[in-house]
């Protein structure tokens, strides 16, 4: 469904593609080699269309699996919620924050959950 290719340098020499099959596969992929090479992506198969973009091991595109790895980092698996992390993280993946920043977990998921829903209705709007 999916070929993963690993970029030497960004936008230029690149390993083979690595075939890849499912959501999970794909990001259990890109969480193994986003540290070690400066751009990852991950194409359809049969169109070649870009489906993920990840550069500096930060996904980049989709807008949904960049706050899904933030989610991940900052709400799920983090012993104690680090808010100037988060807000730094959310910038970084091209979402404007207003004040008060979230100060729990608690406030952090209501966030991230009202950022999903705007993705989708964005999408929405432009189908």
């Known amino acids: 469904?999916?070929?993963?290719?690993?970029?030497?340098?960004?936008a230029g020499r690149y390993y083979a593609a690595d075939p890849l099959e499912t959501p999970e596969e794909i990001y259990a992929y890109i969480k193994m080699h986003r540290h070690d090479f400066p751009?990852?992506?991950?194409?359809?198969?049969?169109?070649?269309a870009l489906a993920i973009h990840v550069?500096?091991?930060?996904?980049?595109?989709?807008?949904?699996?960049?706050?899904?790895?933030i989610r991940e980092t900052f709400?799920?698996?983090a012993?104690?919620?680090?808010?100037?992390?988060?807000?730094k993280a959310?910038?970084?993946?091209?979402?404007?924050?207003?004040?008060?920043?979230?100060?729990?977990?608690?406030?952090?998921?209501?966030?991230m959950r009202s950022l999903y829903e705007s993705l989708e209705s964005q999408q929405t709007k432009n189908i």
């Open 55 to 69: 550069l500096d091991g930060r996904i980049e595109f989709p807008k949904q699996w960049a706050l899904m790895e």
């Open 90 to 111: 959310l910038e970084g993946a091209g979402f404007q924050l207003s004040d008060p920043l979230p100060q729990s977990h608690v406030e952090a998921e209501q966030l």
């Open 39 to 48: 751009e990852i992506r991950i194409t359809e198969r049969a169109s070649d």
């Open 1 to 10: 469904m999916y070929y993963g290719y690993r970029f030497v340098e960004k």
């Open 79 to 87: 012993d104690i919620f680090n808010a100037p992390g988060f807000a």
């Open 75 to 77: 709400i799920l698996h």
